[in-house]
Nanobody, 123 residues
Framework: QRQLVESGGGLVQPGGSLRLSCVAS????????IGWFRQVPGKEREGVAC????????YYADYVQGRFFISRNNAANTVFLQMNSLKPEDTAVYYC????????????????WGQGIQVTVSS
């Protein structure tokens, strides 16, 4: 059974940092593209960043470019999202997702999803 479990969320002040982790079980992340997404109530889920397995490339949404960074620890079957210079508008439930052939920031390209974790940016 393929599972993704996020951790590392919480409450942080504006300008602060958090690192989210996504641990996979039941499959090897080496062969999957991993995406991070976020969603706030009443809005559609939006892409944040992705790491493509086939060529190692990474992509970021404009609204996080230069502040968020995606990375992998393949030995630990884990993907990270380092979030710096956080803003109140970054508040959302964050999800990691995996797909063997996906490569973009559209949620419908991903087959496997974690349960999500809350990130709140507030003073």
């Amino acid at each position: 059974q393929r599972q993704l479990v996020e951790s590392g969320g919480g409450l942080v002040q504006p300008g602060g940092s958090l690192r989210l982790s996504c641990v996979a079980s039941g499959f090897n992340l080496d062969y999957y593209t991993i995406g991070w997404f976020r969603q706030v109530p009443g809005k559609e889920r939006e892409g944040v960043a992705c790491s493509v397995s086939s060529d190692g490339s990474t992509y970021y949404a404009d609204y996080v470019q230069g502040r968020f960074f995606i990375s992998r620890n393949n030995a630990a079957n884990t993907v990270f999202l380092q979030m710096n210079s956080l803003k109140p508008e970054d508040t959302a439930v964050y999800y990691c997702a995996a797909d063997p052939t996906g490569w973009g920031l559209r949620p419908n390209e991903y087959e496997y999803w974690g349960q999500g974790i809350q990130v709140t940016v507030s003073s």
